[in-house]
């Protein structure tokens, strides 16, 4: 059996970077190997760990690495692709839905009269290409209020399709079960190619929804929620490159208003600058 070096795994690491593995994906499997590493040298099996000393590729700056599809691209999309996977797109460009999410949903999870829908679960695939339903991620369980063009995209979308299996899972997958990662992978790039677009990609989608909540003036807290994160900080660590343009706006008129009226001890509060 060879002997695992250092250099070994920065070479691995390299590679992994140069694929375009996100830098998150790729300190977990980095992680889970030098756990291995640890047990071994632990039990004596080997006499060092490779992986002392390996640093890993630093994480690209959000405004760089993400890419947020135009209106213009979003309506092409929705336009070419196939009556079945439009209603997926919809709930993932103007509901923020990640993948496992918007595969994972059911009928009654749509409130057609109150506009919403409950995120409660998400599909994901293991081995053999079989599905696992599962709890979505940590703090993802939430209640999205739905534009009336989409209620009426999925209305639509029961009305001439019906639903699938004993659970009404809106998309159909193999048999009675949801869609997994291959099949909605093979409708995107399918919906890709005839919309004529490249480098977009399905959770881009979920960017675009975020972008325009903030384009519509909606606060940290309320597109933490809409997306489903579990801290506030994760929202902002994501999209904190979207808001400056609305941040400088409020800024200068808070300025302009202390100048002109003379700051009292009631008016840091009255601007929202959190005093008092």
């Known amino acids: 059996m060879k002997q695992v070096r250092r250099s070994d795994v920065e070479t691995w690491i390299k590679q992994m970077n140069a694929a375009g593995l996100a830098p998150g994906t790729i300190k977990t499997r980095y992680v889970n190997v030098r756990s291995v590493f640890r047990a071994a040298v632990k039990d004596r099996v080997i006499g060092s760990d490779p992986t002392d000393g390996v640093r890993l590729p630093r994480g690209r700056r959000a405004d760089v690495a993400m890419s947020i599809p135009s209106p213009e691209e979003v309506g092409q999309l929705m336009a070419v692709a196939d009556e079945r996977f439009q209603p997926f797109i919809a709930l993932c460009a103007f509901a923020g839905l990640r993948l496992g999410e918007a595969a994972g949903v059911q009928f009654g999870d749509v409130d057609f009269l109150r506009r919403s829908l409950k995120v409660s679960r998400q599909v994901q695939r293991v081995n053999g290409g079989a599905i696992d339903v599962r709890a979505p991620k940590y703090g993802s369980e939430r ?134």
């Open 143 to 276: 209640v999205i209020y739905l534009a009336d063009s989409l209620i009426s995209v999925l209305a639509e979308h029961v009305t001439a399709h019906g639903t699938t299996g004993k659970n009404r899972w809106l998309f159909a997958g193999e048999g009675d079960d949801p869609p997994h990662q291959n099949t909605v992978g093979y409708w995107w790039r399918k919906t890709l190619r005839d919309a004529g677009l490249t480098s977009i990609k399905l959770h881009d989608l979920r960017h675009f929804y975020a972008s325009g909540l903030i384009a519509a003036g909606c606060d940290v807290v309320t597109v933490q929620r809409s997306l489903g994160h579990a801290k506030a900080t994760t929202t902002l660590n994501t999209y904190a490159h979207l808001w400056p343009t609305a941040e400088a706006h409020e800024a200068r008129s808070g300025v302009d208003h202390v100048r002109v009226a003379r700051p009292t001890r009631r008016t840091p509060s009255r601007l929202g600058c959190g005093y008092g």
